[in-house]
């Protein structure tokens, strides 16, 4: 916890004024006195919380004309640590943002409109993760804009009468209420704002084109192109192109690799199916039974403990009351039919004596102790959500590892997304994603302390016709966020259910206005 008596918050609080102040600025009304305290005291413009932690520095026009040094706020541990909000609006402070903003990951706000503040915005900004609004308005500021896309909650910017230039980033307009960039030097094509910013968000840029904007970019991306193209040709290819080059070269021979390895393990996995036909199949693995008699590749499967006998209570039932009298031997006299396999194992069918239709999943190459397998599954039992299956049961010995599941009648979602029987059309797959989402967001939350993890869910098939470019481009801003190379610019799952659950209620939108 952050004590506002502690002197080096109290030094640098009024080294941080006295820098904005400036020489000419006799403001007696500040009080910011090392011999009284900045919470208790009750400083203009700090605001603290009940434990006496610094949160906000509000000095909205407290007519201070020095400069900023945000590094000695920011380079401040218990400052750094504590510190939400800073407001320095309409002011006349010159200087810049140093990089050592970045240390203060608390900032959910940063106001430093209307002051004569220059120089290039730091790299750093875009680590601010918790950041909501980011006003730089009316100043000096120069260069590109930090990669700030990749701050998933932010949802006001304001960068208007600058002289900042480069590219706009491709930022998810939608969960912006305020976007400005008007009056600035930003040049190419504005990215999809998806309907939610109009040409005042983006006048006063020359070299912008593009919607919302009335100037078309095509004549001039092909003519800046063209010119780029005979500038580099008189050159020959740079550096950076050979690596890009040589990278591509490397990207072939490895994908030919990949191929070659494919096909390979295609054939050992041929001549080993072959082999299990012939029945040299190990005792301890599902066992494929095909007659001339039965042709509907219906499968028993045995299992075999250290000692070659399994024990009637091996098989642990969770609290389920459709199969709490099940047994190992129903299991084992059950005729089964395999419906599935996958890298992490093959997926079974079984029709019980009773009735009942099961699946059950057998799990290979697991190396986890039989203990954690246990607590694992006790886990996955307690974790209840409408939208995450729980296992019914589960055996588990250093042979084999079984899963028993509740057969589910419409199927899988690989039929869903492959099958011919119906089209799967776009607002299905949305709905479908945003309840997965909400799935995995789910699991992270309940599991994820406990390191189990989902394994990867996506489609292949994705970008058929079922989206259109504009629809596909929304969905794909959110996985590119998601595969972000820095760990903190990357979304949460809460954050993604949000994104994906935006994007649906778009389109919804949109399929009313259609009809």
Sequence with gaps: ??????????????????????????????????????????????????????????????????????????????????????????????????????????????????????????????????????????????????????????????????????????????NFDHFNVSFNNFSGLIPDVQGYFSADSFLGNPALCGYPLPKNCSSQILQSTSSKISEEESKGPSKEQMLIYSGYAALGVIVILFVVLKLCRGKKRGKKIEAESNGDIEKTSYVSRESKADEASKSGFSVSSENGMVSQQSLIVLARPVVNELKMDDLLRAPAEMIGRGKNGSLYKVMLTNGIVV?????????????????????????????????????????????VYEYQQNGSLFKLLHGKSKTFDWTSRLGIASTIAEALAFMHQELGQHGIIHGEVFDRSLLKEYASEERMVNMLQVAIRCVNSSLEARPSMNQVVLMINTIKDEEEKSLIYQV
């Design 1 to 174: 916890m952050i004590s506002c008596e502690d002197d080096e918050v109290k030094r640098t609080l009024i080294q941080f004024l006295t820098q904005l102040k400036g020489q000419q600025n006799n403001n007696s009304t500040l009080l910011w006195k090392p011999d009284t305290d900045p919470c208790k005291d009750q400083w203009n413009g700090v605001i603290c919380d009940a434990q006496m932690s610094i949160k906000r520095l509000d000095l909205y026009r407290f007519n201070l004309s020095g400069t900023l040094d945000v590094a000695l706020l920011c380079n401040s541990q218990p400052l750094a640590a504590s510190l939400t909000f800073l407001s320095l609006d309409d002011n006349n402070i010159s200087g810049g943002i140093a990089s050592e903003i970045g240390n203060c990951k608390q900032l959910t706000r940063l106001h430093l409109s209307g002051n004569q503040l220059a120089g290039k915005l730091p790299t750093s900004l875009a680590t601010l993760n918790n950041l909501k609004r980011l006003d730089l308005s009316n100043n000096k500021f120069s260069g590109p804009l930090p990669n700030l896309d990749r701050i998933s909650g932010l949802n006001m910017f304001l960068a208007q009468n600058n002289d900042l230039s480069g590219n706009i980033p491709a930022f998810y307009f939608s």
């Design 359 to 403: 699946v059950v999943k057998r799990i290979k190459d697991w190396s986890i102790s039989s203990v954690e397998f246990k607590q694992r599954m006790q886990l996955l039992n307690q974790a209840k959500h409408p939208h995450v299956l729980s296992p019914l049961a589960f055996y588990c010995s250093k042979q084999e590892k079984l899963l």
